[in-house]
């Protein structure tokens, strides 16, 4: 089971160790994360992506504009917490 975040354009999710932002939003089913220190990929509901080792992220499904619904699948021991606007971890 996936876990599924709603997110806009510049907000941070902490993988584990690594910090990714969602960097664009083009549409509710497509747009760009980028993993500190690495280059932007893009993310649609096409197919998952693996942002880190063993993390596939996709587009879920549609939301109200500007922000994007982030499906996560991951091992259970690989923590996933959204970030909020200051860095500090939320939830």
Request: negative net charge.
């Given at each position: 089971?996936?876990?599924?975040?709603?997110?806009r354009e510049g907000?941070?999710?902490?993988?584990?160790?690594?910090?990714?932002?969602?960097?664009?939003?083009?549409?509710?089913?497509?747009?760009?994360?980028?993993?500190?220190?690495?280059?932007?990929?893009?993310?649609?509901?096409?197919?998952?992506?693996?942002?880190?080792?063993?993390?596939?992220?996709?587009?879920?499904?549609?939301?109200?504009?500007?922000?994007?619904?982030?499906?996560?699948?991951?091992?259970?021991?690989?923590?996933?917490?959204?970030?909020?606007?200051?860095?500090?971890?939320?939830?």
């Amino acid at each position: 089971m996936a876990l599924v975040l709603s997110l806009r354009e510049g907000d941070q999710v902490r993988i584990g160790d690594v910090i990714a932002s969602v960097t664009a939003v083009r549409a509710h089913d497509d747009f760009d994360m980028t993993v500190v220190g690495d280059r932007p990929r893009a993310i649609t509901d096409r197919r998952a992506t693996e942002i880190v080792d063993d993390v596939f992220v996709s587009a879920g499904p549609r939301i109200s504009a500007g922000f994007v619904r982030v499906a996560f699948e991951a091992p259970r021991d690989i923590r996933i917490v959204r970030e909020d606007r200051e860095g500090s971890l939320v939830g």
